[in-house]
């Protein structure tokens, strides 16, 4: 079981930023997979940001140049360190982490955190 604690979200004017973290209950490096997603309201949750154990990383076309995930194993958190923030940024942003193991997927979310840009 992997337990996962965003923060850091809040209200931002547009051309702001912020970070977010995200804590994990176990050793990041154990984890194949970690992501951020966001869900605004009346949209489908949508890939943000993720980051592979070898730390490759990938992006949704809408934050290359503005986002950048990043990971610290020793503290098992990983950061969303958001730039040149958009109202259409807006949204509830999700931790998520992914291990494949032997007969599928396993899959865990955090609780969210709002992050709320202004015009």
Known sequence: QVQLVESG???VQAGGSLRLSCAASVNIF????????????????????????????????SVKGRFTISRDIASNTVYLQMNSLKPEDT?????????????????????GTQVTVSS
């Open 9 to 11: 979200g809040g209200l």
């Open 30 to 61: 154990s984890i194949n997979v970690m992501g951020w997603y966001r869900q605004a309201p009346g949209k489908q949750r949508e890939l943000v940001a993720s980051i592979t154990r070898a730390a490759n990383t990938n992006y949704a076309d």
């Open 91 to 111: 949204a509830v942003y999700y931790c998520n982490a992914k291990n494949t193991v032997a007969g599928g997927t396993l899959e865990y979310w955090g609780q």
